[in-house]
């Protein structure tokens, strides 16, 4: 029994054809590196809303800048690891 048209073998990448060898850009770690920058890293509304209320607009606003750059800057770190 021949295999559907453009289906693929377990393991195979479909930029190289051979089963078990993954080529270039086939998203792992750019993968994992959103999973953890979007996991640790984003900023929740409701705590933005609770900084500005206690501590006013301008710490409201440079936490979650603060937050995104670092999550960002630890993103590419991982992402330069995990390559």
Known sequence: MKPARGSHPPGACSSTGTPGERGPGDGRAELY?????????VPCISTIAILYRQLGA??????????????????????????
């Not at 590196?33 to 890293?41: D, G, H, P």
């Not at 606003?61 to 390559?83: D, E, H, R």
């Open 33 to 41: 590196t959103f999973a953890i920058v979007s996991i640790l890293f």
């Open 58 to 83: 301008k710490i409201a606003f440079l936490t979650p800048v603060y937050t995104v750059f670092l999550g960002l800057l630890i993103g590419a770190i991982i992402n330069l690891l995990v390559k």
